[in-house]
C-alpha cells in the first residue's frame, strides 16, 4: 500500500491517500501508478523522435529535445508542488485525485529532468567546440549537477518501502526542501530569461503562482504558532500582548 505521504494533518489530505486502487502492486505503487509512468515514458520517447525525424541530429536539436525535457519536468513538478496546496484550498474531487496521484507524477518529473541531463551531457561531446564548458559554465555544472542527488533522493523516496525507511519527519523535510529548492532553481532560470525573452514569461508567473500557493499554506499551518512566538515577545519585551 502507498504511504501516506502527509505534508499535513488536513482531513482533505488524508481522504485523498485512500482513493488509489491498491489490490495489486509492484515495490508499493499499484499498477494504476505504474501505468501513468509508462505513457509519461511513451509521450517522451514519441515527442523525441518527432523531432529528431524533424530535424536531424543536430546541435539545434540537442538544445530543442533539453528544452522540451526540461519544460516537460516542469509540468509533473508543478503538479506534485501544488497538489497539497490545492486539495487543502480547493477541496474537490479533482485536487483529491491531483493528491492522491503526486508520487507518481514526482517519478515522472525525476524522469523527464534526468533526460534533461542527459541530452546536456551528450551534446558536449557530440558538437564539440573545443571549449567544454562552452554551453554551461563549470559552477552552473557544479551547482546544477548537485540537484540532481536531491532529484534522485525525491524519486527513491516516493516509494513506500525507502520512504518507510527514512521516517515521517525526515521524509517531510527533504520534500519541501527538496521541492522549494528546485522551485527555486526554476524561478531562476525561466525567470532571468524572461527578463529578456516574452516567450519565458508565462513560465517564470507559472513558478510564482506556484510558490504562491506553497507560502500561503505554509503561513496557514504555522500562523497559529508565528503569533503565539510574536504575542511571547512583546509580552516579554514590553510587557503588552501583542497582536
Ligand atoms: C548539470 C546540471 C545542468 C546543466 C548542465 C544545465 C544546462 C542547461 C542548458 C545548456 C540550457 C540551455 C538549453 C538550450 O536552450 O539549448 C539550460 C536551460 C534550462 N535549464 Fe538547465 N542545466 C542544469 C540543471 C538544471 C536544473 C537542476 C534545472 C531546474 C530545476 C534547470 C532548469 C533549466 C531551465 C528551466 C532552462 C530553460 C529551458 C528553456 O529554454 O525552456 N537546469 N540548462
Not at 484550498?89 to 534533461?116: D, E, K, Q, S, W
Not at 517531510?172 to 524572461?194: K, M, P, V
Request: proline content about 6%.
Amino acid at each position: 500500500m502507498p504511504v501516506d505521504f502527509l505534508e499535513g494533518s488536513d482531513p482533505v489530505v488524508v481522504q485523498s491517500t485512500t482513493m488509489i486502487d491498491t489490490s495489486r502492486n509492484i515495490l508499493g505503487w499499484p499498477i494504476k501508478g505504474w501505468s501513468i509512468l509508462v505513457a509519461w515514458l511513451v509521450l517522451l520517447l514519441s515527442v523525441d523522435s518527432l523531432i529528431i525525424a524533424i530535424n536531424g541530429v543536430t546541435e539545434p536539436l540537442f538544445s530543442q529535445l533539453a528544452r522540451f525535457h526540461v519544460r516537460a519536468a516542469f509540468f509533473m513538478f508543478w503538479l506534485a508542488f501544488a497538489a497539497s496546496p490545492l486539495a487543502v484550498f480547493f477541496p474537490n474531487r479533482i485536487t483529491h485525485r491531483l493528491m492522491a496521484y503526486r508520487p507518481y507524477f514526482g517519478v515522472c518529473f525525476a524522469v523527464a529532468h534526468l533526460a534533461f541531463l542527459f541530452t546536456n551531457i551528450a551534446r558536449v561531446p557530440l558538437f564539440y567546440s573545443g571549449k567544454p564548458f562552452d554551453l554551461t559554465g563549470p559552477l552552473n555544472w557544479v551547482l546544477g549537477g548537485s540537484l540532481y542527488v536531491v532529484i534522485i533522493a525525491l524519486a527513491v523516496t516516493s516509494f513506500p518501502a525507502p520512504a518507510q525507511r527514512l521516517g515521517n519527519r525526515r521524509w517531510r523535510i527533504l520534500h519541501t526542501t527538496g521541492g522549494y529548492l528546485i522551485a527555486l532553481t526554476y524561478l531562476n532560470s525561466f525567470g532571468l530569461r524572461a527578463l529578456f525573452q516574452a516567450e519565458y514569461i508565462p513560465w517564470a508567473v507559472a513558478v510564482l503562482v506556484l510558490l504562491g500557493l506553497r507560502i500561503t499554506l505554509e503561513w496557514k499551518r504555522h500562523s497559529a504558532k508565528l503569533h503565539t512566538v510574536v504575542r511571547e515577545c512583546c509580552v516579554r519585551c514590553c510587557g503588552m500582548g501583542g497582536p
